[in-house]
């Protein structure tokens, strides 16, 4: 495991199910970051790198879907573990921060709670992939999946996936209330680093939500605010 400088670099993750508004809520925590001069990049999962794209693209299209939960577990673990070792570990080691849109609780909540797998397993991979670099929060962004799914659609009504949605878009509704409470209880399993904010509220707002949680939880950007 790589040595990370402490007090500067913090990872960051942001989770949820489909369309409660994550990648918004990141691009906008990374302009706030970056008005502090505070380095920092934007990534997601699955991918953020190139071979890790490449298995997102696998993954989303359909085709791991007739193998099964448990090997799905397999490649998204796959891609972690190249994302980690080529994107994460070295960006915090040289003091950047690292955003993500998604990472391991995804795994945790879709694999595990709602798909199924064993949690030895998820639990064996998720160790082997972070290598130690678990986050140092996770916003857990909540809303009803019917609200995120209108919206969901309203993004996509001229897009390529307008008809079909991605591979984990196409399950039903009471799929994804599953996957709301799968969420919830990693959230409650893991007090200390889960923030569950709710995402049915203006944008605006849940952005200076957030932003008053990391000021209280990393109180250096205080000081970084009025340098
Ligand atoms: N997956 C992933 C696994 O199964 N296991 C894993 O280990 C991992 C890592 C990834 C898929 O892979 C699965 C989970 C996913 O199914 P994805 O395309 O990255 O696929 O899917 P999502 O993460 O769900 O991405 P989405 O883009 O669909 O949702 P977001 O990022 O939550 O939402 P966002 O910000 O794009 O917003 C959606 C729409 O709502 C609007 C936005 O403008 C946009 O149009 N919006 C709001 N509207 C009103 N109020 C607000 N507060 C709003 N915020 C955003």
């Known amino acids: 495991m790589l040595d990370i400088p402490a007090k500067t670099a913090r990872f960051i993750t ?5 369309g409660v508004g994550k990648s918004t809520q990141v691009k906008r925590l990374l302009v706030r970051l970056n ?3 505070i380095e920092s990049i934007r990534t997601r999962e699955p991918g953020g790198t190139p071979k890790a794209e490449a298995v997102r693209a696998f993954i989303l299209q359909g085709r791991s879907e007739s193998w099964g939960a448990g090997a ?5 673990a796959a891609a972690r573990l190249n994302h980690v070792n080529q994107l994460i570990a070295p960006s915090l080691q040289s003091g950047k921060w690292v ?4 990472f391991h609780d995804s795994t945790r909540a879709y694999q595990g709670l709602t798909g199924g797998v064993d ?13 130690g670099h678990a986050p140092d929060i996770t916003f857990v962004l909540d809303m009803d999946p019917k609200i995120a799914f209108d919206r ?13 949605g991605d591979r984990f878009e196409r399950e039903d509704l009471d799929w994804h209330r599953r996957l ?7 959230a409650e399993h893991n007090a200390k680093r889960c923030v569950v904010l709710p995402a049915n509220q203006d944008p605006d707002a849940l952005e200076q939500e957030i932003w008053d949680v990391l000021l209280r939880r990393f109180p250096e950007l205080d000081s970084e605010a009025g340098a």
């Open 35 to 37: 008005r502090l001069n």
């Open 99 to 102: 955003i993500s849109d998604r």
């Open 14 to 18: 942001f989770e949820g199910g489909e």
């Open 152 to 164: 969901v659609n309203a993004r996509e009504l001229e897009s390529a996936l307008a008809e079909t």
């Open 119 to 131: 949690t030895r397993l998820i639990a064996g991979l998720e160790e082997l992939a972070l290598d």
């Open 72 to 76: 799905e577990a397999v490649l998204f």
């Open 180 to 186: 709301r409470q799968a969420f919830l209880d990693i």
